[in-house]
């Protein structure tokens, strides 16, 4: 079964504090930290993730890339993020795929859920990111301490022993 995340970039920029503190400082940064999440959330979850952003906010409009295997999309010209992303639900929609879209616009979330998609709010998704960032800190964790030492601790003595070995002396 696949599963899609799609993200309405600013309305969670938006709703997140820390995001939101944050764009009226550096909105450009702010969105970075919202993809970084994003890629985070990815690689715990296994979930595509696509966020979305309106075009009316940035220069370069209608574009799309890849950014930590995060998909970005910036909307054409007129076109806001909640019109992409009905779209988008209609075109992903599959018997084996699970839409699942973020956003707290409540007509948005409407329209989304009888489009088929299933709704995901930005404190829903703010709770499963920090959730998604303390498992990935355990994994590391648990993988520090399975992990093997690369070289033996030799006594002093035998430190000694080998390094006379190495030198050719007896």
């Excluded at 959330?41 to 309106?54: H, K, L, M, N």
């Excluded at 999309?73 to 993020?81: D, F, N, S």
Aim: glycine share 6%; proline share 1%; net charge neutral.
């Amino acid at each position: 079964m696949r599963t899609i995340l799609l993200v309405d970039g600013y309305n969670i920029i938006g709703a997140w504090p820390k995001l939101r503190d944050l764009k009226d400082q550096d909105l450009e940064l702010a969105r970075d930290l919202l993809i970084s999440k994003m890629a985070e959330y990815q690689a715990y979850s296994g979930d595509e993730v696509t966020v979305i952003f309106d075009a009316h906010m940035v220069s370069g409009i209608g574009k799309s890339y890849k950014n930590h295997r995060v998909e970005v999309i910036y909307t054409r010209k007129l076109e806001t993020a909640d019109e992409r992303i009905e779209r988008l639900v209609r075109e992903l929609k599959r018997v084996d795929t699970t839409i699942h879209v973020a956003t707290s616009d409540f007509a948005e979330q409407s329209v989304i859920f009888g489009s088929g998609a299933l709704r995901k709010s930005a404190r829903e998704l703010l709770i499963e990111t920090e959730m998604a960032t303390k498992g990935i800190a355990k994994m590391v964790e648990t993988a520090k301490k399975q992990q093997k030492p690369t070289h033996a601790y030799l006594s002093e003595e035998l430190t000694e022993i080998f390094e006379k070995w190495r030198r050719g002396e007896r």
